[in-house]
């Protein structure tokens, strides 16, 4: 198939993509692999003008720009690693079909990418570059040298003596007074001994039969000063009932004579 007309195929599928409501895409049966393949390459660029063109959209970790075997010279295409494989997707939307030096870019997915072996003559610095990539190499820090601990020396603050400092000494606080709770007297209940107790509860059962009796007695005077009084009342009360009738029986006798 025609270079151009395999851009243009690539294209189509990305704008339908964006049409579609679908969830998937297209590239997802390449999300096992971060190789694309570069072609229409104009044949001065080299490994590094291709990195620096293609890193925009992530951290290429590897290259393999195909070469003449005899001479040397690129053949305009190319495979390239990327370290995250979603930079393959914004790769292969934005760089395909687009122009470098008068030559249009066809950019597009590798399923399954080996390294070619290395021929007779190919170059140390080829080999190298097959063999550990173009990735950045992270340097491995060094430990810390160990702190020794410092011994910090305070100075002296100097303080100023106030009014308070002054006649603290002639201040006199009144005395409190003393704080009892009511678990000491609990605990002082509970520490008395069992007979002590009952001597207690035998006083307190005497004293009130004594205040029954005493209660008792004076009811009893009552209500014998009562009665007395009453019988008194009904004596009186009889001598003059009978003061009166004498009185009418004289009265009626003086009238018949």
Not at 10 to 39: N, T
Not at 109 to 125: I, L, N, R
Not at 178 to 205: F, G, N
Request: glycine share 4%.
């Amino acid at each position: 198939m025609n270079p151009l007309t395999n851009t243009k195929n690539i294209q189509k599928l990305s704008e339908q993509e964006l049409r579609s409501s679908f969830k998937s895409s297209w590239h997802d049966q390449y999300r096992d692999s971060a190789w694309i393949f570069i072609g229409g390459l104009p044949y001065d660029l080299s490994e590094g003008d291709i990195i620096a063109i293609f890193s925009q959209y992530g951290e290429i970790v590897n290259i393999n720009l195909v070469r003449d075997k005899d001479s040397g010279k690129s053949r305009g295409f190319c495979f390239l690693c990327y370290e995250d494989q979603r930079s393959t997707i914004l790769a292969v939307d934005n760089f395909n079909n687009i122009k470098v030096l008068g030559r249009t870019l066809r950019v597009d997915h590798v399923s399954d990418y080996k390294m070619p072996k290395d021929g007779k003559k190919t170059d140390a610095e080829t080999k190298r570059l097959h063999e550990e990539g173009c990735a950045p190499k992270a340097v491995p820090l060094a430990p810390p040298p160990p702190r020794e601990p410092k011994l910090i020396k305070m100075q002296p603050q100097d303080l100023r003596e106030t009014l308070v400092d002054q006649i603290a000494s002639d201040i006199k606080l009144p005395m409190r007074l003393p704080i009892y709770t009511v678990k000491d007297e609990i605990s002082s209940v509970i520490t008395e001994e069992p007979e002590e107790i009952e001597v207690k509860k035998e006083k307190k059962e005497r004293k009130a039969k004594k205040e029954k009796k005493h209660k008792k007695k004076k009811k009893r005077q009552r209500s014998d000063s009562s009665d007395s009084s009453s019988s008194d009342s009904d004596s009186k009360h009889k001598r003059k009932k009978g003061s009166k009738s004498n009185d009418n029986g004289d009265e009626k006798h003086i009238k018949y004579k």
